[in-house]
């Protein structure tokens, strides 16, 4: 566009659960401004926003798309996010980068499962609001229906703009209710005035009493002059319409149908006049690095930089690129930038303005737009770019706490490094996305938002770094203590050829408290075991704690008093008095009442009201215990202690039991005993598994 200024953008993110349509909504808009030349569908795998292979076999979006367009000399960044609540982190990314999103609803379906878990992200972002009534040509639909819905569901005044003129096959037009005039469908997306059909009258009358009380109320003047009896004019609603807007006291909405064009003009003027513009948004708001105080800067292409980059993305035909928001200033290839959140120089490369898949180059990104560098070397997403000399810090993008775990490993040995690299790379692109390699288990954790994304992690191992991976159930990593106090003799003696090894050591088991570890005393009076040995002694022992004696678990909580012992002139050495400690313990061990401890996690689950009962019972068959629970608005917050042995996949489990309403987090609590019926089952699978590997 030429001469682009931040006032004649718009950045609107298009949010709401999967299938409802938000793809084929962009492609149409697309299409109706002549980005494309073709009307895709999702069906048939060929639109512009849902073009990797792992969406277009599944025929959802799985990664933030970014299209821009043109229409009535204003641009307009298309943020097209995923409705799966695994892909949460994409849509977290793009309502960041948005100055307004559109909250999608289906019209035959009205609230769905999941619209809850997006609406409150869109809340949480706290930016303004316009709702599309989508596939409204579908049999079922019912607009007012769904926004009554909406309104009763979400505690939000979800309030018509325009009203339809038909609805399911009917659909064939729209009273915008500003006006209040007519206007019938052409086929290309357009709409011609026509008179109201006298069937829709009375609807839209009420629909527009409705629309002006909003406006009214969200302007003083214009309260004032409604309360006084005056007639509010076309502009007036207008600007009340659009400071309730701003104000988020209330959300309008359009009806659309995508597939047959219909309502698309309406969509993209209602945004040039609706959204705000970045400058509309005011200054941008930061914090000097390393501290918290306020930094602010104008809207403007010409003043100091700021810009965040919300995405990185690498597939293959686009390259790899940063995507990023200017927000302050402008942003020029070949130029030195500051990191601020890295505190690091960055050089920018190439910059491009991105529409799907494909790419153009860009001479600059100015202040308000959206778009994207050659993937820079030393920033990530979530980082701010900035001037050294004017550094600032902007909010970064708030991605959710991972709520699921698997083990993950190869087949193939050989590809242990490809799997690694792979992973890295798209742990890059992936923020949600956590990779552990957990040593003391031997296994490499991914930690992620859902089993969708698993599934497409290990689709893109796959395809782009040809690694054949497997997933698996994470061990769990259990312990051993004892519960008696014994008292044990170690006596190591061996007699070949020349010198012998000799050692004897009385050691004293006793369980200590849960969580105190490993404690050793030495009680040697009279030098029975010479001092230089001592320290041996606690060595074996300690190793000998590594494998417990009821199935291979590292053992805690036990002191280990070293009272008396033994030893040989000759014979003695700090090899054979180690060896002794470890025989103590681990006869010792067994006379001691050994017994497997179990992880115990603390559990929070956030659930709307309606589902605490079937949660809280849940997790009490989950062998959970029920700390407590706390209102948080319209959920209700249960925090419980449940093994975990219990929670593989309770993300899964949870999302099934609650229509996908509910989430939670855990972080590691105490260790706890093992009820007998459980404990056998660990120590038998802990046994196969060692002859497992023994064989193998
Ligand atoms: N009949 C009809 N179907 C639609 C329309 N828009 C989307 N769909 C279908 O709804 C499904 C989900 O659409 P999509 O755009 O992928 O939804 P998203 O997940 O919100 O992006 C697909 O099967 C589409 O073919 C529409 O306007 N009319
Ligand atoms: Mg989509």
Redesign the pocket.
């Known amino acids: 566009m030429k001469d682009l200024q931040p006032s004649n953008i718009r950045n609107i993110a298009?949010c709401?659960?999967?299938?409802?349509?938000?793809?084929?909504?962009a492609?149409?808009l697309l299409y109706r401004a002549k980005v494309t030349t073709r009307h895709g569908?999702?069906?048939e795998g060929t639109?512009a926003l849902?073009f990797s292979p792992e969406e277009i076999h599944r025929?959802?979006?799985v990664s933030l798309g970014v299209a821009p367009l043109e229409w009535r000399d204003t641009k307009v960044n298309l943020l097209?996010t995923?409705?799966y609540a695994d892909f949460v982190g994409d849509l977290v990314a793009g309502l960041r980068v948005a100055d307004a999103a559109a909250f999608?609803i289906k019209a035959s379906a009205g609230i769905e499962a999941g619209s809850e878990m997006v609406w409150d992200r869109v809340e949480e972002r706290g930016c303004p609001v316009i709702c599309l009534v989508?596939?409204?040509?579908?049999e079922h639909a019912a607009f007012a229906k769904a926004l009554d819905g909406a309104t009763s569901r979400l505690g939000k005044r979800f309030v018509p703009l325009a009203f339809p003129i038909g609805e399911g096959e009917k659909f064939r037009g729209l009273v915008d209710l500003l006006s209040m005039k007519g206007y019938l469908f052409e086929k290309d997306g357009s709409a011609k005035e026509a008179p109201l059909p006298p069937e829709v009258e009375a609807d839209a009358q009420k629909a527009r009493g409705a629309l002006v009380d909003a406006a009214a109320e969200a302007d003083d003047a214009l309260l004032e002059k409604f309360l006084g009896g005056g007639e509010l004019s076309v502009e007036e609603v207008r600007r009340g319409v659009r400071s309730g807007f701003l104000n988020k006291s209330f959300v309008p909405a359009l009806p659309?149908?995508?597939?047959?064009m219909m309502g698309i003009d309406h969509v993209l003027d209602t945004f040039v006049w609706l959204l705000p513009s970045p400058v509309d948004c005011g200054p941008v708001t930061g914090v000097k690095p390393g501290t918290e105080e306020k930094v602010e800067l104008p809207v403007q292409p010409h003043g100091h930089l700021a810009a965040l980059i919300f995405k990185t993305s690498s597939e293959t035909h686009a390259g790899d690129l940063s995507m990023i928001r200017v927000f302050a200033g402008t942003l020029v290839p070949g130029k030195e930038v500051w990191n601020a959140s890295a505190q690091r120089a960055e050089k920018i490369g190439q910059l491009f303005h991105v529409s799907g898949k494909e790419r153009k180059d860009a001479p600059n990104l100015i202040a308000g737009d959206v778009g994207a560098a050659v993937k820079l070397r030393e920033s990530h997403t979530g980082q701010t770019l900035c001037e050294k000399n004017f550094p600032i810090l902007l909010r970064p993008i708030p991605f959710p706490h991972h709520e699921l775990e698997v083990a993950i490993f190869v087949k193939n040995k050989a590809d242990e490094e490809k799997m690694g690299s792979g992973l890295h790379k798209l742990r890059e692109e992936d923020p949600t996305l956590h990779v552990h390699v957990d040593s003391s288990l031997h296994q490499t954790l991914l930690q992620a938002t859902g089993d969708l994304q698993v599934d497409v992690i290990v689709e893109k191992l796959q395809r782009r770094f040809g690694v054949h991976v497997e997933l698996a159930k994470p061990r769990i990593p259990y312990r051993e203590t004892i519960r008696r106090s014994v008292s044990k003799q170690g006596r190591h003696k061996k007699q070949t050829g020349g010198r012998g090894q000799f050692g004897d050591v009385h050691v004293r088991l006793e369980p200590l408290k849960s969580g105190s570890g490993f404690e050793f005393v030495d009680e040697i009076v009279g030098g029975s075991v010479p001092r230089n040995y001592i320290p041996a002694v606690e060595k074996g022992i300690i190793e000998a704690m590594h494998e417990g004696v009821l199935a291979g678990y590292p053992v805690v909580d036990v002191r280990a008093a070293l009272y008396d012992g033994s030893y040989h002139t000759v014979d003695s050495s700090e090899m054979a008095f180690k060896i002794a400690g470890s025989m103590a313990f681990k006869e010792g061990a067994k006379e001691a009442g050994p017994i497997l401890l179990e992880p115990i996690v603390e559990v929070e689950v956030r659930v709307p009201k309606d589902f605490v009962g079937s949660v809280t019972g849940d997790l009490s068959s989950k062998r959970g215990k029920i700390l407590g629970m706390g209102e948080e608005g319209r959920y209700e917050v249960i925090r419980a202690h449940v093994p975990q042995a219990e929670l593989y996949k309770y993300s899964t489990h949870l999302r099934s039991l609650t229509q996908g309403r509910a989430s939670h987090r855990t972080k590691f609590s105490h260790y706890e005993e093992i009820p007998r019926e459980f404990a056998e089952k660990v120590v038998t699978q802990a046994k196969a598994e060692k002859e497992a590997m023994a064989s193998a």
Do not use: F, N, R, W
């Open positions: 298009l709401s659960p999967h299938g409802t349509g938000k793809t084929s909504l492609e149409s569908k999702v069906e639109t849902d025929k959802i979006t097209d995923p409705g999608c989508t596939q409204m040509e579908k659309v149908a995508s597939y047959p």
